[in-house]
């Protein structure tokens, strides 16, 4: 084939492929889960949040963090060692979505505190 007809063939399909990726790529838009219960058990999360409610039990500790997106989840803690939590934390969660009662839960591998919130009432 001549350089010219290779040229024009190499930009017809180029532009028609830019066009069929366009076309496809709108109709194939990836879902985003609103809230935890849209993750499929084992997945990896991370979460911040400010710890609203905090639960210690013998050997976990059950934490409701209201998230930044305004999602209320709980996670389940199992420390090896002393863990100094306490309400009004704003903290950092990594660790794993598992079923509980119906309801997905977060079962926290890591915590870290980045924060705090303090009330008008507190000195």
Same mark, same amino acid.
Request: net charge negative; proline share 3%.
């Given at each position: 084939?001549?350089?010219?007809?290779?040229?024009?063939?190499?930009?017809? &399909?180029?532009?028609? $492929? /830019?066009?069929?990726?366009? =076309?496809?790529? #709108?109709?194939?838009?990836?879902? *985003?889960?609103?809230? !935890?219960?849209?993750?499929?058990?084992?997945?990896? &999360?991370?979460?911040? $949040? /400010?710890?609203?409610?905090? =639960?210690?039990? #013998?050997?976990?500790?059950?934490? *409701?963090?209201?998230? !930044?997106?305004?999602?209320?989840?709980?996670?389940?803690?199992?420390?090896?060692?002393?863990?100094?939590?306490?309400?009004?934390?704003?903290?950092?969660?990594?660790? *794993?979505?598992?079923?509980?009662?119906?309801?997905?839960?977060?079962?926290?591998?890591?915590?870290?505190?980045?924060?705090?919130?303090?009330?008008?009432?507190?000195?």
């Amino acid at each position: 084939m001549q350089e010219k007809t290779l040229f024009r063939l190499a930009l017809t &399909v180029t532009v028609v $492929g /830019l066009f069929l990726l366009f =076309v496809f790529s #709108e109709e194939t838009a990836l879902p *985003t889960p609103e809230t !935890i219960e849209g993750l499929p058990q084992n997945k990896q &999360v991370m979460m911040e $949040g /400010l710890i609203s409610k905090l =639960v210690k039990k #013998e050997t976990a500790y059950f934490i *409701t963090l209201d998230g !930044i997106r305004r999602e209320t989840t709980e996670v389940i803690l199992f420390p090896e060692e002393d863990v100094y939590l306490k309400e009004g934390q704003v903290v950092s969660i990594q660790g *794993t979505v598992q079923a509980y009662n119906g309801k997905n839960e977060i079962i926290a591998s890591r915590i870290e505190v980045s924060g705090e919130i303090r009330t008008d009432n507190e000195n």
